[in-house]
């Protein structure tokens, strides 16, 4: 019966690291194909929909339940953070919809892999709680998330700088100036995860 019941978070967790990863690709490939953006943007926030969903069953678990696998503010703070990551790439498939952006910029395309490479890692590390005594990596992989985040402050610098050169029309400037914001603190949620990560970590060694 524990074990179903560590499962039931475990699995929250995952499922919806899963679904960051799944909706960081969708940004990234809707970048290269704009012409489609309504139909990724569609996707994205599906898969959103779906991470709500799980990010409610997963809080109401832990109401239910005595006896949780980690502390209850530790899953909490998880769940909930898991969510901002997605809740910014779903605003960035959005923005580049309303905004009626038909060109990707390089840096952009930049960032947004970025934003891929640290929701990737972040999932690999949410999978890896399910046994922390048998992780010895989890505390690399949480360097290697704030590595990806340092990274992706450097992609949003040469962003703005590029954006803010003389010539460049203004209002460009602010729609791409938003959907930069969006994409960089992605990647800082997901360092927030790592820390979170590293925390239960270090507490359990």
């Known amino acids: 019966m524990g074990l179903t019941r560590d499962a039931v978070f475990f699995d929250a967790l995952a499922n919806h690291a899963q ?4 909706a960081s690709e969708l940004l990234l490939e809707m970048l290269d194909r704009l012409d489609d953006a309504p139909a990724f943007a569609k996707k994205i926030s599906d898969l959103e929909d ?5 990010t409610h069953e997963c809080l109401a678990a832990l109401h239910q339940t005595w006896i949780t696998p980690l502390d209850r503010e530790e899953i909490h703070a998880l769940i909930t953070r898991l969510d901002d ?8 498939s959005v923005r580049l919809v309303l905004f009626e952006i038909d060109g ?3 840096e952009a395309r930049q ?8 929701c990737t890692v972040m999932s ?17 992989l949480c360097v290697e998330i704030n ?6 402050d450097g992609h949003y610098r040469t962003a703005l700088a590029a954006l803010f050169r003389k010539g460049n ?3 460009l400037v602010m729609k791409w100036r938003d959907i930069y914001d969006l994409l960089e603190n992605a990647t800082d949620r997901c360092e927030d995860v790592a820390n979170i990560i590293e925390g239960i970590v270090l507490e359990h060694a």
Do not use: F, G
């Open 19 to 22: 679904r960051s990863v799944a």
């Open 50 to 54: 779906e991470a709500d969903k799980i």
């Open 85 to 92: 990551v997605l809740d910014c790439i779903e605003a960035a």
């Open 104 to 106: 990707a910029l390089p």
């Open 111 to 118: 960032l947004a892999q970025a934003v891929v490479d640290s």
């Open 124 to 140: 690999t590390a949410v999978h890896a709680l399910r046994d922390l005594k048998r992780q010895p990596n989890l505390l690399e």
């Open 147 to 152: 590595k990806l985040e340092n990274t992706a």
């Open 169 to 171: 029309d203004p209002l």
